[in-house]
């Protein structure tokens, strides 16, 4: 298993999210653990796990299209520190007008 560290601007475009994915394959969220060559990425400082598309099982390719597409995601503090945006404008309850625009 090759584990990542994804750098803050590291866009998701090639990645799909672990509790996603395990839910919609109806499998254990810790099934990755047991692929060869599997290849995850991680933020620094987060426990969420994104699997790389390219290393997903080929029995359990038809469920990526199923999973949301994070093209263009990032870490919410990276797109604050590109953008100027102060991270309390990313949160609902601060009836913020950004907020309904993303």
Partial sequence: M???ILPP???LDHYVLNAEFHRLAGISKNAYKFWKKVEIGRYQGTRIIFLHKNSI???HR???KQCSDLS???LASAFCSFTGLAPSHLVKKNNSSIYKLL
């Fill in 2 to 4: 090759k584990s990542i």
């Fill in 62 to 64: 038809e469920v990526l």
């Fill in 9 to 11: 601007n590291e866009f």
């Fill in 72 to 74: 263009g995601f990032v």
């Fill in 57 to 59: 099982l080929e029995k």
